[in-house]
């Protein structure tokens, strides 16, 4: 899944929501923790997050995923080369995940590498949004 809005406070709400109608699990990644610069350690920390849930059906919340997948470009070193690997390592591992993964980025645009992988695509608006009250 994909959830795409300005309200990170929202699409967390939305992920909420998600868990409990399936009484799953929620586990929230925030993905400026694990990402590191040094060689290897974020496919290390990823691998050590979808390590954790394996087997219980959580539902991932990959908040700012923009972050990483923003990184994907044209090789032109090995720096490019090393950030389009630790893109691909992450889709493998959302790909064999036996729950739901939730990719939640800023805005309207979803970077290119997330499009043929997402099944559903959410918008979650800036304001919440509250359902009208019962009469009687």
């Given at each position: 899944?994909?959830?795409?809005?300005?309200?990170?406070?929202?699409?967390?709400?939305a992920?909420?929501?998600?868990?409990?109608?399936?009484?799953?699990?929620?586990?929230?990644?925030?993905?400026?923790?694990?990402?590191?610069?040094?060689?290897?350690?974020?496919?290390?920390?990823?691998?050590?997050?979808?390590?954790?849930?394996?087997?219980?059906?959580?539902?991932?919340?990959?908040?700012?995923?923009?972050?990483?997948?923003?990184?994907?470009t044209?090789?032109?070193?090995?720096?490019?080369?090393?950030?389009?690997?630790?893109?691909?390592?992450?889709?493998?591992?959302?790909?064999?995940?036996?729950?739901?993964?939730?990719?939640?980025?800023?805005?309207?645009?979803?970077?290119?590498?997330?499009?043929?992988?997402v099944?559903?695509r959410?918008?979650?608006?800036?304001?919440?949004?509250?359902?009208?009250?019962?009469?009687?």
């Open positions: 899944m994909l959830f795409h809005g300005r309200s990170p406070t929202n699409r967390l709400a992920a909420e929501a998600l868990a409990a109608a399936l009484d799953a699990p929620l586990y929230r990644v925030d993905l400026s923790q694990v990402v590191s610069p040094h060689l290897g350690e974020t496919e290390r920390n990823l691998a050590t997050v979808f390590d954790t849930v394996a087997g219980a059906g959580a539902v991932l919340l990959f908040d700012e995923a923009d972050a990483l997948f923003g990184k994907r044209g090789v032109r070193d090995a720096n490019d080369r090393y950030a389009n690997i630790e893109v691909s390592y992450l889709l493998r591992r959302v790909d064999a995940h036996d729950g739901v993964a939730i990719l939640a980025v800023d805005g309207q645009a979803a970077p290119a590498a997330l499009e043929s992988r099944r559903w959410v918008a979650i608006p800036a304001r919440t949004v509250r359902p009208p009250r019962p009469r009687g």
